[in-house]
């Protein structure tokens, strides 16, 4: 030890350890931020291929089938509970039949009109034996008769409170018109009845980009004081085709899973097979 201090031997050897020291340890640091950044590349692209997956789910839901198979006008006449469902709430003139044509590929499977009150039912869909859309009269209508509007309102709220296979409410707002206390109302029926709701703003076309950013902002806001609700607020375009991708990949999440390729139908509609199937293994 004393010879190494000595002749200064030991400094040599140990000053270029130090520098072989610190070479090894830059190295390591690059191949630590190269295999992070490797992790990082990996799950992006992961992410990606994920959403992917996604989008063409709802693709392929919303290019089946659709069926109108049913209509309600009162609460006692409704069709026994069968697939999930989606119901399409809002305002009267929001454009909720607009919107389950736009999300179907279809001009007229809803009744869409400029005058308000145009839907007076519930209307029933069946989108591939997959999962059930609800077209559900608007609220906040003035102009209708007290009375009828009772009926058809009184329907539509006593559905969004009790039927147990509704699965999501898609609650629409119109970009172009402030939030009113109808809307509210609502948002607080559906928290109360711990069902999910999801806000999404309709006819973005009709906005300048600056006014679609605040009213976006704004519907965040009360999502996040709302139990209930989705945290995604989706703008949508039933003209441009704005939002429709996302928004039949979210449906889709709800959905029953595709049959089975080497099936054909609704899974539990299959005939009983007949050759016995091999024991479990
Ligand atoms: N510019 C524009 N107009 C739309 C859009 N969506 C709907 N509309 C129009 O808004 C009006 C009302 O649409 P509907 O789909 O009938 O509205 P609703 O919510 O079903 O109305 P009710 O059945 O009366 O409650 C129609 O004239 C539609 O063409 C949109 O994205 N952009
Ligand atoms: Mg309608």
Known sequence: MDDHAADGAGDQPSGSQHLAGQAGADQAGADAE??????????????????AERLEAGRLLFAGECQFFYAAQRLDQLPEP????????????????????????????????????????????????????????GYGYAQAAKEVKADWQGLM??????????????????????????????????DRAAVTYQLVLTKADGVRPGVLGRKHAEALALVRKHP???????????????????????????????????????RKQQAPALTPRPPHR
């Open 34 to 51: 190269a295999a992070e950044a490797a992790r990082l590349e990996a799950e992006s692209l992961e992410a990606e291929r994920v959403e």
């Open 157 to 190: 709220f006593e559905f969004l409170r009790g039927r147990p296979t509704l699965r999501r409410v898609v609650l629409l707002l119109d970009s172009r018109i402030e939030l009113k206390a109808s809307d509210l109302a609502v948002m607080e029926l559906l």
């Open 82 to 137: 069968g697939l999930p469902e989606v119901a399409f709430a809002g305002r009267s003139n929001v454009g909720k039949s607009t919107l389950v044509n736009a999300l179907t590929g279809r001009k007229a499977l809803a009744r869409a009109s400029n005058t308000p009150g145009r839907t007076r039912q519930l209307n029933f869909f069946d989108l591939a034996g997959r999962l059930t859309l609800v077209d559900m009269p």
């Open 228 to 266: 209930a609700a989705f945290p995604d607020v989706l703008a949508t375009s039933s003209e441009t085709g704005l939002g429709m991708e996302t928004l039949r990949a979210e449906l889709a999440d709800l959905a029953l899973p595709s049959p089975s390729p080497f099936g054909r139908g609704r």
